[in-house]
């Protein structure tokens, strides 16, 4: 699944079936090349991040959660991974040598586990497993 695909996706209470907020954008951890978190948009309450952990499924129509309690204020690492600033999509792709590879234009992960598959850039597909970091700049990866 892409991140343009996935982005909106409602977020549903599997104990209501209530839809309690929206897919705003996706939490990367460029260490382990995965998504740790999504950032909320339409959230009942404070909080707009929802840890992946806190995920029951992520469908290809709805992410499912057990209820909105769920939904909270980022704390310690997941905090500092979404800061929107964070964002992969729009990020310019730079190797380590400091070569420009291009612009994330999407990201592929795997809806199961949320490992990032490949970044996106209008002409290359580069594997995820690459990425060594991710700031309000770039994201950089192996070459």
């Known amino acids: ?7 909106n996706h409602k977020v549903v209470s599997t104990t209501d079936a209530a839809t309690v ?12 090349a995965s998504v740790v978190g999504l950032r909320l948009k339409k959230a009942p309450g404070p909080g707009d991040v929802i840890a992946w952990s806190d995920l029951k499924a992520f469908g290809r129509d709805a992410a499912t959660i057990e209820s909105a ?6 704390d310690g690492d997941l905090a500092a991974l979404a800061e929107s600033d964070r964002d992969l999509m729009g990020k310019r792709v730079l190797t380590e040598g400091g070569d420009g590879l291009g612009t994330v234009n999407d990201v592929e992960f795997d809806p199961a586990d949320g490992s990032i598959r490949a970044i996106l850039t209008g002409t290359e597909e580069i594997a ?16």
Do not use: H, N, Q
């Open 128 to 143: 995820g497993p690459r990425m060594l970091g991710l700031g309000s700049y770039a994201v950089v990866v192996r070459a």
């Open 21 to 32: 907020a929206k897919v705003r954008a996706f939490v990367v951890d460029p260490r382990t």
């Open 69 to 74: 309690e769920a939904i909270r204020i980022a």
């Open 1 to 7: 699944m892409r991140f343009k695909e996935a982005k």
